[in-house]
T-cell receptor, first 110, second 116 residues
């Protein structure tokens, strides 16, 4: 399994763009990169997934360089409600179990 | 609400008692997963079903733990002779085996177990 490393915590202010970088040096050729968000006392929620280059959806963008050894989750104009733990996961197509690390605790302040 | 549901949401029990949790996945999802999460940590995989077959178990799943999915729909997770170390949030997730790329699992709200 590819191990991921991400910052333990980050602080931001409302309206700012937040970028959370995850390193995954041992990513395999068939691995995808997925990010989940978790609020207190809730289960994780899928945010975005990508394989290479850039992926964008209605809540976030995911930037993946050519070597795929890292990825950056970008949250535009965060609000207080974006305060949560963000997990970076790496896995192949059809992986049965997700392997979570400790995640990045994002605190958004007014 | 067509999401994953779990019952009960909270369970307090005394050490040595047995507890059972239930998970109802999204109806068309054929895969069902159980995870355990302790404070400050990410979820840890426990076991996985494809339809009614239990295909994978983590070594975290000691012989006091048993999970079933008898008809390929809802699932139960039972913990026998609970220990204080079993106190955690137990999360259930489901996904659709569509053969496409992706690890999108849909999680329930969890059952928080406290063993006194």
């Amino acid at each position: 399994l590819a191990k991921t490393t991400q910052p333990i915590s980050m602080d931001s202010y409302e309206g700012q763009e937040v970028n959370i970088t995850c390193s995954h040096n041992n990513i395999a050729t068939n691995d995808y990169i997925t990010w989940y968000q978790q609020f207190p006392s809730q289960g994780p929620r899928f945010i975005i997934q990508g394989y290479k280059t850039k992926v964008t959806n209605e809540v976030a963008s995911l930037f993946i360089p050519a070597d795929r050894k890292s990825s950056t989750l970008s949250l535009p104009r965060v609000s207080l409600s974006d305060t949560a733990v963000y997990y970076c996961l790496v896995g192949g197509t059809g992986r049965r179990a997700l392997t979570f690390g400790s995640g990045t605790r994002l605190q958004v302040q007014p | 609400d067509t999401g994953v549901s779990q019952n009960p949401r909270h369970k307090i029990t005394k050490r040595g008692q047995n507890v059972t949790f239930r998970c109802d996945p999204i109806s068309e999802h054929n895969r069902l997963y159980w995870y355990r999460q302790t404070l400050g940590q990410g979820p840890e995989f426990l076991t996985y079903f494809q339809n009614e077959a239990q295909l994978e178990k983590s070594r975290l799943l000691s012989d006091r733990f048993s999970a079933e999915r008898p008809k390929g729909s809802f699932s139960t997770l039972e913990i026998q002779r609970t220990e204080q170390g079993d106190s955690a949030m137990y999360l259930c997730a489901s996904s659709l085996d569509a053969g496409t790329a992706g690890n999108e699992q849909f999680f329930g709200p969890g059952t928080r177990l406290t063993v006194l």
